[in-house]
């Protein structure tokens, strides 16, 4: 069956230091991958988008790759900052957009 | 800045109610979608749109009936409110890729 993971519910990190979010899946052949935020209580906000061709994608702090073969992606927040706590989502492309269930990150002051 | 409204941030309903929520966005995107949002369970799509008057089923359209009268406005329908239907619903739209998503509806139904 399918399936989207999204590395562990809850990570914690130290400001300053860079935040490492996994999405892991089965099953899917995507066209693209794109990561999220969401804030408590407010729909998921777009951040990045990278294509099955490409295997990194940058916008200021945050870093995207995009692993076809190991089907993984890896999101990187670089001297995180109390505010990037959120909780962050991975949605895969086949056609409609499917979702993992997030990972809630906490950047501790 | 693309908007999207959803008509209540808190709503509770009896279970056999006919529920309706609703969305708008003021992009003129031609896509819009429902989600529902459970701990665990990420975001799940129920219906989705591509034009007026046109409608798909997601994942879990069951129990759930959509009406696209207007393009910027795309509505999600309970027909008779259960208890498992209690969840965050979250409204989106797109042009192409990414999606734009209103704040989101709680509905409890009790």
């Known amino acids: 069956s399918q399936k989207i993971e999204q590395n562990s519910e809850a990570l914690n990190i130290q400001e300053g230091k860079t935040a490492t979010l996994t999405c892991n899946y089965t099953n899917y052949s995507p066209a693209y991958l794109q990561w999220y935020r969401q804030d408590p209580g407010r729909g998921p906000v777009f951040l990045l988008l990278?294509?099955?061709?490409?295997k990194e994608k940058r916008k200021e702090r945050l870093k995207v790759t995009f692993d076809t073969t190991l089907k993984q992606s890896l999101f990187h927040i670089t001297a995180s900052q109390p505010a990037d706590s959120a909780t962050y989502l991975c949605?895969?492309?086949?056609?409609?957009?499917?979702f993992g269930s997030g990972t809630q990150l906490t950047v501790l002051p | 800045d693309v908007k999207v409204t959803q008509s209540s941030r808190y709503l509770v309903k009896r279970t056999g109610e006919k529920v309706f929520l609703e969305c708008v966005q003021d992009m003129d995107h031609e896509n819009m979608f429902w989600y529902r949002q459970d701990p665990g369970l990420g975001l799940r799509l129920i219906y989705f749109?591509?034009?007026?008057?046109?409608?798909e089923k997601g994942d879990i359209p069951e129990g759930y009936s959509v009406s696209r009268e207007k393009k910027e406005r795309f509505s999600l329908i309970l027909e008779s409110a259960s208890t498992n239907q209690t969840s965050m619903y979250l409204c989106?739209?797109?042009?192409?890729?990414?999606?734009?998503f209103g704040p989101g509806t709680r509905l409890t139904v009790t």
């Open positions: 949605a895969l492309s086949e056609g409609q957009l499917t």
């Open positions: 990278i294509r099955e061709n490409e």
């Open positions: 749109s591509y034009d007026v008057k046109m409608k």
């Open positions: 989106a739209s797109s042009i192409q890729y990414e999606q734009y």
